[in-house]
Each structure stands twice: as structure tokens, then as C-alpha cells.
């Protein structure tokens, strides 16, 4: 059984899933903080589909060692990944290191609203866009 939907009949939803994705994600955290910690110029580029929102707990494990959620840089409505029941939500993070926004870097982010909006999809997620420029 999967988790219930953000605004459905069970209030505050269950969401039975996010145990096992907090402990990916504090292992992806301790990875990314040994690197960091090892090379604070390390160029860490963390992407894919995470399945939770730039507000879950988990995500904040990753947003609080300094990397940028390239989401959260979009204006709002331009901010989502998914539709679930007609709710419009990130899903899909990519997340740089403060090296790849330093002078010299640069990057360009973009999601193409391909499939979320739409009844006959490829995917239910919608792709993202990377383009980063090296000095």
C-alpha cells in the first residue's frame, strides 16, 4: 500500500514511504558531506527522482549542507515535476554544490512541462534541464 494522498479522506495523510526514503536520503546526505568535507570545492551535481517535496524532512537533510535545489530558483508557478490529483508538486530534484555556482560557473535549469499536464504522457514526471558552464 502506498502512501495517501495529500488531501484525501485521512487526515494528516500516512505516508509509510517516507521512513524508507529518509534513510536513502541521510545516506546520500553523509556521502555528499564526505565529499564536501574532503574537498570543500568538490563539484557535487545530486539528481533524480527523490519522490518528495523541496519541504519533506529528507530534502532538508540535502538543502542544509549548501546545495542549491535548482527547483526552488523558478518562479512558483513554473514549479513542479508531477500532478497528483490535481495537485502540482516537485518531485524531481538537481541539486549543485556551492562550487558550481561560484564565479566562473554558471548554469541554466529549466523543467520541460511535457507530460504532467497532459492525459496521454510518456512519463507521469515531467524532464528537467541542466546546463552547466565551466571556466
Excluded: K
Aim: aromatic share 10%; glycine share 8%; hydrophobic share 35%.
Amino acid at each position: 500500500r502506498g502512501d495517501d494522498p495529500t488531501f484525501g479522506r485521512f487526515q494528516p495523510p500516512r505516508t509509510p514511504s517516507r521512513v524508507p526514503r529518509g534513510e536513502q536520503t541521510a545516506l546520500l546526505g553523509e556521502f555528499a558531506r564526505w565529499l564536501l568535507d574532503s574537498d570543500p570545492n568538490a563539484r557535487l551535481v545530486l539528481a533524480g527522482d527523490f519522490n518528495d517535496t523541496e519541504f519533506s524532512p529528507p530534502l532538508r537533510t540535502l538543502q542544509n549542507l549548501n546545495l542549491t535545489d535548482l527547483p526552488a530558483t523558478l518562479p512558483e508557478a513554473q514549479r513542479y515535476t508531477y500532478i497528483y490529483q490535481g495537485n502540482a508538486q516537485v518531485l524531481d530534484h538537481v541539486l549543485l554544490s556551492p562550487s558550481l555556482i561560484a564565479d566562473g560557473y554558471g548554469y541554466g535549469y529549466g523543467i520541460v512541462h511535457v507530460n504532467a499536464e497532459f492525459a496521454d504522457q510518456v512519463s507521469d514526471h515531467d524532464p528537467q534541464l541542466v546546463r552547466l558552464t565551466f571556466p
